[in-house]
Nanobody, 116 residues
Framework: QVQVVESGGGLVEPGGSLRLSCEATGFTYSNYGMRWYRQAPGKERELVAGITSTGIVTDYPDSVKGRFAISRHSHKKKVYLQMNSLTLEDTAVYYC?????????WGQGTQVTVSS
């Protein structure tokens, strides 16, 4: 079955960087786009980055544009989110999602905390 597992979160100081990973299995990975979302305490889940099956990057909101970069590795079946110049407002649980046959599959999320 489809499984999505995020990793790489942690505690980082403002201005620091983290790279999140998302491993996706149970489907033909090369045929599907992937997306990263985040949800901060008390806020709705928001899309932060998307990448198509062919590696075209989409969907950066203004809040992360120029700081975050999504990429994918075909053979490893992984999607990455490189996050630079992190701010307190980037603190959230980060989720990876794939839509396969009109059904959304989410990972369990990885916590990113930006704090001094």
């Amino acid at each position: 079955q489809v499984q999505v597992v995020e990793s790489g979160g942690g505690l980082v100081e403002p201005g620091g960087s983290l790279r999140l990973s998302c491993e996706a299995t149970g489907f033909t990975y090369s045929n599907y786009g992937m997306r990263w979302y985040r949800q901060a305490p008390g806020k709705e889940r928001e899309l932060v980055a998307g990448i198509t099956s062919t590696g075209i990057v989409t969907d950066y909101p203004d809040s992360v544009k120029g700081r975050f970069a999504i990429s994918r590795h075909s053979h490893k079946k992984k999607v990455y989110l490189q996050m630079n110049s992190l701010t307190l407002e980037d603190t959230a649980v980060y989720y990876c999602k794939v839509r396969v046959l009109d059904r959304d599959y989410w990972g369990q999320g990885t916590q990113v905390t930006v704090s001094s």
